[in-house]
């Protein structure tokens, strides 16, 4: 690990001017990612602005009848809040399903929502990767792919984003509130908060440099039935193949989103249309342009059957 500088602010807009001043410094809070990459020098921070004493670590109902969390709220206190548990149960079990318990009491919601591939060309930095060194080229394409993207990838990059709590959010519809060293805010939905790679894959969000996320805030509740099915190699400390978060209705109508199987969480509403016809359908209109390679063409039948295995829940579950 290569030297730093450090500073602990207090409130979001001294984190966020701090940040203005001292260019390529790091937000740190739980460091559960960031401090493994620094580590491994493919993080290289030369000053680090430690964000854990400006509040934000509260969950508050909003006057819509939603819920504000704040951007520090740590991973175990969302997933067992009451009301998360209630009203967006998708949330509860999406968190529950990643990392381990040690990490969850840690790792922070924005955090959780910022934290970069686990693609091995990613993470070793004696193969070319252009998410970590733009390009350097993508040694995913012709190397080991198995667990990479199938849809929105591009020939600059074919990694998959790791979140679960970044699927949840996605078929929730949240939003992401933000500030800059100016004092200026904005909300940005979670459709428009991740980017596909196309040719610039180091950029994996639309933030700004200096932008702090602040909270992260959940619509009213959409009742009906949630939940988040994860497959994976093994059934802990592991990433997913293919995880479905999903709110599932009565009349059979719904949301799906998918990790997994894209840069960011995967969800596109008009296939949701197709939700009461079943799996096959459904799945046929979400990955309508998947580009898989000989290693991770499996993920279309998981997806599949990961669907199907919701739906039949969804119909046979008691009222």
């Not at 960031?34 to 508050?60: A, F, S, Y």
């Not at 910022?114 to 930095?125: A, G, K, M, N, S």
């Not at 279309?300 to 919701?310: D, K, P, S």
């Amino acid at each position: 690990m290569k030297s730093f500088t450090y500073e602990r602010v207090h409130s979001p807009a001294e984190a966020a001017q701090a940040m203005r001043r001292t260019p390529g410094a790091r937000f740190i809070a739980g460091g559960t990612n960031l401090l493994d990459l620094m580590k491994l020098q493919i993080e290289t921070p030369q000053h680090l602005i430690d964000v854990n004493h400006i509040g934000l670590d509260r969950i508050e109902s909003a006057a819509d009848g939603g819920l504000r969390i704040g951007a520090l709220v740590r991973n175990t206190a969302l997933a067992s809040e009451p009301r998360v548990r209630r009203d967006y149960a998708v949330l509860s079990r999406a968190l529950l399903a990643g990392a381990s318990g040690q990490l969850r009491n840690k790792a922070t919601t924005a955090g959780n929502l910022l934290q970069r591939t686990r693609c091995p060309y990613f993470y070793d930095t004696a193969q070319q990767c252009n998410k970590r060194q733009p390009g350097s080229g993508c040694g995913a394409l012709r190397g080991f792919n198995r667990p990479h993207a199938i849809v929105g990838a591009s020939q600059a990059c074919i990694a998959t984003h790791p979140s679960d709590m970044a699927v949840a959010m996605r078929v929730l519809d949240a939003a992401v509130e933000t500030v800059r060293p100016d004092g200026a805010t904005r909300t940005i939905p979670i459709a428009d908060f991740y980017r596909l790679p196309g040719m610039t894959p180091q950029r994996d969000t639309n933030l700004a440099p200096d932008e702090l996320i602040t909270a992260v805030t959940l619509p009213r509740p959409a009742g009906g039935m949630h939940t988040y099915h994860k497959v994976r190699d093994r059934a802990s400390y592991a990433f997913a193949l293919v995880s479905v978060a999903a709110i599932v209705q009565p009349d059979g109508s719904g949301r799906v989103a998918v990790g997994g199987v894209a840069h960011m969480p995967w969800r596109i509403e008009a296939a949701e249309a197709e939700m009461p016809r079943g799996a096959a359908a459904l799945t046929a209109r979400l990955l309508a342009d998947a580009a898989t390679t000989e290693q991770n063409a499996f993920k279309l039948q998981l997806v599949e059957r990961t669907l199907a295995t919701i739906l039949t829940d969804a119909r046979t579950s008691p009222r």
